[in-house]
C-alpha cells in the first residue's frame, strides 16, 4: 500500500464516523466535550452553524451518525449523540448576540424561496447575512414546513420550533406566507436572481381498497391529518384506529391518535418488523404507550356496516425468499385477521408532486417526477432554479435537507457572483496538537466505561392526555455530563510521523484495541490480514506509513482505535501525536 | 507513566484460549516505566506468550529482584503469583520457592545490574543449581534506575547519552549460562516479537534451567548512536541463528513440516520447537559450537540471538536431589513423619 495521504480533507474526517455520516456534517465530538465543560452556548452554535436548528434536531433528527458511532462497534449502544445536541440547546444561554449581522447595504441580489421548510430557511440563513434580499413563501401561514406540520408538538414544542424558526424569520426576510405559488412561470417572470424550491414531498396516499369509497371519510392522508392536527383543524379521532404503514409518520400517527380519543390503536405492517421503516427508538416508544404492532398483515378491504366503517380485513403473510434472494410476502393460508375499526390512517409513503411547474419552462423532471439535479450544486436544468429537501431527491429527512439547503446557497451564491458553480470552496479544516504536557492532552482520554444513558420520560398518564406535553424530559446536567464522557473523541487523531520512529513497540504494547502493526508492506487485502488483529472492516481505512529503517510499515487500523491517546503517551519520540482535526463543510459565507 | 488507566475495551474479535482467557486477562497494571522501554515488549511478549499457551495464571509465580527490569512484573500476569525480592538476590527466592513447589511455572525477570553486578554470584548459582524456571535478563547495558551509568555488560567501547564509554570488556550472560550448564539458553531483542515469543514459550516448557538474555534498550540513557544496546545498533547488528517456532503439544500433533526446511526439537511434554532454516545451519545441541558461533559474532560487531544451546538430557534441581514426586508444600504431617513402622524399617536396613 501506499503511504496515507493525511492531507486529503477526506481521510481523518472518515474517521470521525459520526461527523462522516451526518448530511450537514456537524462536528460532533467537538461539540460533545463542550457540553462536557458546560460550554452549552457554545457547543450550540456549533451545532446552529452547521446545522440550523439543533434544537429541533436533537428531538427530531433520523440520526444516522448513532449507527455510525465507533462506540457501538466496541461495546453494545453508540453515545446518544442526538439528545446531547438537545441538551446544548435546552441549557444554554441566550444566543442573540452570536448570530451573523445582516448588511444594512443589501448586495442588490433578490433571490425567492418557496416553502418555508429547513431547506428554504438554512438557505435564507446563509445568503441573508451576505446581503442578499430574500422573499420566503409559504402556502400555510406559518412557517417550518414538515417539521411543523408532521411531527407531533409530544416530541418537538411549539417554543423550541418558533425559537429555532424565529432566529432566521428575524434576520429580514420578507414573508409572503399563506400564499401557495400556482405558477412557476409567472415567478420566473418577475425576474429574482434566483429561485430556491423546497416545498417538500407533500402528496400522501390513501389505499384504495375494495369497500374505500363508502368509507372515504374516515380513511386519512397519514400526513394531511397530522397537519390538520398541528393547525389544531382536527381535534379528536374514533376510539378504534388502525395506522398502515411502518415508517415514523406511522408512529406519529398512531402516537397522536391515542393522544385525541384512540382507545384501541392499531399499527398494521405489512412487512417484517424488523423491516420496518421507522427509526427504532420510535417504534419503542410507541410500544411503550401500549400500541400493538403487527407485522406480516397485508390489508384486503375495509369492511361496512350500514355504509359505515367498521373494520379492515387482513390476509396474513409469511416472509420467503426466491431463488434470486428477493424477499417476497407469501399468504400463509390462515383465516384472514378482521381488525374492527372507526378510522384508518394511511401513513403508506410521500411523493413529490410539482403540478404548480410548467413543463415547458426547461425545468427537467424524470420519470418519477423528481427534477433531473446537479447532485452537488442542487441546480437544475434551469439555471436560475435549485431545489433542495425532500422536493429534490425524494422523501428523506430534515437534517438531509439542511445539508442540501447549505450546497443550494452556496450554489446560489457563486451564481450569482457570475462564478462556475461547480467550483467549490475547500471545506475549512484545522490539524492541531493536543499536547500539553508529556501525559497531558487538552482533552479528556479517560473515557467512561458506562453503557448507554436513557433519556427519562414524562410520566406516561400524562403525557397521553395531552397532545401538547412533551413525552422526553431530555437528559439532566448530571445525566448529560456522564453521557458525553463516553464519546472516543474519534476527532482527536492519531497522527504518525514516520521519521521520527525508533521501532521500539511502545505503540503496539499498550493499544488496547490492537490497532498497531509493524509490519512488512503489502497490498491492501494481504496488509489487512497480516494486522495484529485483522481488519475485516472494509468500510474503515488503514492508515499506512512510509517505510521504516526496519523496512517495515507502521499500519493502523482506525476501525477501533479508542482515540485514548496511549500510543502517543508511550511513544518516546512524539512520532504518535494527538491532534484535533476540525471540518466544516465549505458554506456560501466561505466562496 | 500515564494519569489514565488502559482502556477495558478490548478487541471484538480477540482470541480465547483454551481456559477462555483474552490476551488482555493476561495484562497487569498500566506500565510505569519510560514511554519506549524494551522492557514494557518483553511484559508483552511474555502475556502473549502465556496467553498462546493457555497457562493458568494460578500456576505461574513471577520473581524478580531491583532495577526497572524487575518492576515490569506487575505489568504482566497480574492473577499470577509475585515476589519482587532483595536487589540481585532473586535466584535464592526462586530457589527456595521452586523448591517448596515444583508444580508451578517460574518465570524470573531481572537486569544488567541486578544479574550481572549485584547478583553475579546468585545468577552463577542457580544456573549450577539448573532450578527449572525461566530466567529472563531484560539486558539494557546501563543503569537506567540510578539515572544512566554504564553496566557490566555494556560493550567495550559503547557510550551511554552522557558520553561515558565503556573500558572493560562486557560480561556476556548467554555464554555465561552455557558455561555453568544451563540446559536452555537464548538470546533475543525486544523489538523482535516475533523471535521472543516462541523462545518464552519454549523456555517456559523446557525441563531445567532456561535462561534468554533479552537486548531491551533504554530508551532514556542509552539510546545514542554510540550504544551498542539502543533500537538502531541492535537493529543494525543482530543476527538471527535460526528462525523458531514453538508449538504446543495438542497442536504439534496436527502440524506437519517439510523435514528438509530445518531442525525439530521436541521438549519432554510433546511441544516442539521448529527452527527453520536460515543458512548458517545453526545446530544448537553442541555446547563448543554455540559458544564459537557467539563469539564469531562478537568480534564481527554482531548479536547472536535465537536458540543458542539446548540440551534436555541434564536433570534439574529435583531430579538431582531426588527429592519425592509430591510437591513440599503439599506434603502434611504423615508424609513427613510416617511413623514406627516405616522407622522400624528403616533401622531394619541397617541390621
Known amino acids: ?591 | 507513566m500515564s494519569y489514565i488507566k488502559k482502556p477495558k475495551f478490548q478487541h471484538p474479535d480477540l482470541q480465547v484460549n483454551d481456559i477462555g482467557l483474552t490476551r488482555r486477562d493476561y495484562e497487569g497494571t498500566l506500565t510505569t516505566l519510560c514511554g519506549g522501554c524494551g522492557h514494557d515488549s518483553i511484559s508483552a511478549a511474555i502475556i502473549q506468550a502465556a496467553a498462546d499457551m493457555s497457562l493458568a495464571p494460578h500456576k505461574v509465580a513471577k520473581i524478580s529482584g531491583i532495577g526497572c527490569s524487575s518492576k515490569i512484573p506487575s505489568y504482566f500476569l497480574s492473577k499470577s503469583h509475585g515476589f519482587n525480592s532483595v536487589h540481585g538476590r532473586m535466584p535464592s527466592v526462586a530457589t527456595g520457592a521452586n523448591i517448596a513447589n515444583k508444580d508451578l511455572h517460574y518465570v524470573g525477570v531481572s537486569g544488567d545490574g541486578d544479574s550481572a553486578s549485584i547478583g553475579l554470584g546468585q545468577f552463577c548459582h542457580i544456573v549450577r543449581r539448573r532450578i527449572n524456571m525461566l530466567y529472563i535478563v531484560a539486558n539494557n547495558g546501563t543503569y537506567g534506575l540510578t539515572k544512566g551509568q554504564l553496566s557490566a555488560t555494556a560493550d567495550l567501547g559503547s557510550k551511554t547519552k552522557s558520553g561515558e564509554e565503556s573500558l572493560y570488556d562486557n560480561i556476556d550472560m548467554a555464554t555465561l549460562a552455557i558455561e555453568l550448564g544451563a540446559t536452555f539458553v537464548a538470546r533475543s531483542f525486544s523489538g523482535d516479537k516475533q523471535q521472543l515469543i516462541p523462545l518464552i514459550q519454549a523456555g517456559l516448557t523446557h525441563k531445567g534451567f532456561a535462561f534468554i538474555d533479552v537486548v531491551s534498550p533504554c530508551v532514556t540513557f542509552n539510546n545514542t548512536e554510540q550504544s551498542s544496546h539502543g533500537y538502531k545498533n541492535t537493529w543494525e547488528t543482530y543476527v538471527s541463528l535460526s528462525k523458531v517456532d514453538f508449538v504446543p503439544m495438542k497442536e504439534e500433533i496436527t502440524t506437519s513440516y517439510d523435514p528438509g526446511h530445518g531442525k525439530t526439537i521436541t521438549l519432554h511434554d510433546g511441544s516442539v520447537i521448529h527452527l527453520h532454516k536460515t543458512g548458517l545451519n545453526y545446530d544448537p545441541s553442541d555446547k563448543n559450537n554455540a559458544l564459537k558461533h557467539i563469539n564469531q559474532h562478537k568480534d564481527n560487531g554482531e548479536i547472536a540471538t535465537g536458540l543458542l544451546y539446548i540440551n534436555q538430557s541434564a536433570s534439574d534441581l529435583h531430579e538431582i536431589q531426588a527429592t519425592v514426586d509430591k510437591p513440599f508444600n503439599l506434603l502434611n504431617n504423615h508424609d513427613l513423619c510416617p511413623g514406627n513402622e516405616v522407622l522400624a524399617g528403616i533401622n531394619q536396613q541397617f541390621r
Open chain 1, 1 to 591: 500500500m501506499k503511504p496515507t495521504d493525511i492531507n486529503d480533507p477526506n481521510y481523518f474526517h472518515k474517521v470521525v464516523d459520526c461527523q462522516w455520516a451526518c448530511p450537514a456534517h456537524t462536528p460532533v465530538p467537538e461539540y460533545i466535550r463542550l457540553i462536557t465543560e458546560k460550554r452549552y452556548t457554545d457547543a450550540y452554535m456549533v451545532n446552529w452553524h452547521s446545522n440550523v436548528f439543533p434544537g429541533i434536531l436533537g428531538r427530531t433528527c433520523d440520526r444516522p451518525c448513532e449507527p455510525a458511532c465507533r462506540r457501538g462497534r466496541v461495546e453494545e449502544e453508540p453515545v446518544a449523540i442526538c439528545r446531547l445536541k438537545r441538551v446544548a440547546a435546552d441549557y444554554k444561554s441566550d444566543i442573540k448576540d452570536r448570530l451573523p449581522s445582516i448588511p444594512k447595504k443589501k448586495n442588490g441580489k433578490h433571490i425567492a424561496l418557496i416553502g418555508a421548510g429547513p431547506a428554504s430557511l438554512t438557505v435564507a440563513r446563509d445568503l441573508l447575512p451576505l446581503g442578499y434580499k430574500i422573499t420566503l413563501f409559504e402556502k400555510d401561514h406559518l412557517s417550518g414546513g414538515a417539521m411543523r406540520t408532521q411531527i407531533p408538538r409530544f416530541r418537538l414544542p411549539m417554543e423550541v420550533l418558533d425559537e429555532e424558526l424565529n432566529y432566521i424569520l428575524n434576520m429580514g426576510i420578507d414573508k409572503v406566507f399563506n400564499n401557495e405559488i400556482k405558477s412557476m412561470e409567472e415567478l420566473i417572470n418577475q425576474n429574482y436572481d434566483a429561485i430556491f424550491v423546497g416545498t417538500g414531498a407533500p402528496l400522501g396516499k390513501r389505499l384504495e381498497l375494495p369497500g374505500f369509497e363508502e368509507a372515504k371519510e374516515n380513511i386519512h392522508i397519514g400526513i394531511e391529518w397530522l397537519a390538520n392536527v398541528a393547525f389544531e383543524h382536527t381535534d379528536s379521532i374514533g376510539k378504534r384506529v388502525i395506522v398502515l404503514g411502518g415508517g415514523n409518520t406511522a408512529m406519529d400517527c398512531c402516537r397522536t391518535s391515542k393522544r385525541l380519543g384512540g382507545e384501541h390503536v392499531t399499527v398494521a405492517v405489512r412487512s417484517g418488523f424488523d423491516e420496518m421503516k421507522a427509526s427504532p427508538w420510535e417504534i419503542e416508544d410507541a410500544i411503550n404507550e401500549d400500541i400493538p404492532i403487527v407485522n406480516f398483515h397485508v390489508p384486503k378491504r375495509y369492511i361496512l356496516k350500514d355504509s359505515k366503517l367498521v373494520g379492515m380485513e387482513f390476509e396474513k403473510v409469511r416472509k420467503e425468499f426466491d431463488k434470486k434472494g428477493k424477499r417476497l410476502l407469501v399468504p400463509t393460508g390462515e383465516e384472514p385477521v378482521i381488525i374492527p375499526c372507526d378510522d384508518v390512517l394511511c401513513a403508506i409513503g410521500q411523493e413529490n408532486s410539482f403540478p404548480w411547474i410548467e413543463r415547458d419552462l426547461g425545468i427537467e423532471f424524470d420519470q418519477w417526477e423528481l427534477p433531473i439535479l446537479d447532485k452537488k450544486t442542487f441546480q437544475s436544468t434551469h439555471k436560475k432554479v435549485f431545489f433542495g429537501g425532500d422536493s429534490a431527491l425524494g422523501p428523506d429527512n430534515i437534517i438531509t435537507a439542511v445539508a442540501h439547503g447549505h450546497d443550494a446557497a452556496l450554489s446560489i451564491h457563486l451564481f450569482c457572483n457570475d462564478t462556475d458553480i461547480e467550483e467549490r470552496p475547500s471545506p475549512l479544516t484545522s490539524l492541531q496538537s493536543q499536547k500539553m504536557g508529556i501525559h497531558q492532552w487538552s482533552y479528556e482520554n479517560d473515557i467512561s466505561n458506562d453503557v448507554r444513558y436513557a433519556v427519562p420520560h414524562a410520566d406516561k398518564a400524562k403525557t397521553l392526555n395531552d397532545i401538547n406535553l412533551e413525552v422526553e424530559l431530555g437528559f439532566d446536567e448530571d445525566l448529560a455530563f456522564n453521557e458525553t464522557m463516553r464519546c472516543l473523541n474519534c476527532d482527536i487523531q492519531t497522527v504518525f510521523t514516520d521519521k521520527l520512529c525508533i521501532e521500539c513497540d511502545a505503540c503496539v504494547d499498550i493499544c488496547p484495541t490492537d490497532c498497531i502493526t509493524f509490519t512488512a508492506n503489502a497490498d491492501e487485502n494481504q496488509l489487512r490480514n497480516n494486522l495484529l488483529a485483522p481488519a475485516t472492516n472494509n468500510e474503515q481505512d488503514i492508515y499506512v506509513s512510509g517505510i521504516l529503517p526496519t523496512e517495515r510499515i507502521m499500519a493502523k487500523n482506525e476501525d477501533l482505535c479508542l482515540h485514548c491517546g496511549l500510543c502517543a503517551e508511550r511513544c518516546p519520540t512524539s512520532a504518535w501525536d494527538m491532534r484535533k482535526y476540525l471540518y466544516n463543510t465549505p458554506k456560501a459565507a466561505n466562496a
